[in-house]
């Protein structure tokens, strides 16, 4: 139950991180920056990628030139 709580914990943190800094630069989000700002915020690469691959299979992100770029939907 603990890993759910963290993962879900995570997963709100990853959209924050790509929604804002979509909205500050009006620009697609490199995978790079979102990495970084995740591992500031204590979440492992790892964990990150597999929220972000959940949450483009989910449809609530895009990879709009590829695997390294992001943009909420």
Avoid: H, N, W
């Avoid at 790892?46 to 609530?60: H, K, P």
Wanted: charged content about 30%; hydrophobic content about 40%.
């Amino acid at each position: 139950m603990a890993d759910t709580l963290y993962f879900s914990r995570d997963t709100r943190v990853i959209l924050e991180i790509v929604k804002r800094v979509y909205s500050e630069t009006g620009e697609i989000v490199a995978l790079t920056d979102v990495l970084t700002e995740a591992g500031r915020a204590e979440i492992s690469k790892d964990v990150a990628q597999d929220i972000i691959d959940l949450l483009v299979t989910d449809g609530r992100l895009i990879r709009p030139r590829g695997y390294d770029t992001l943009q909420p939907v």
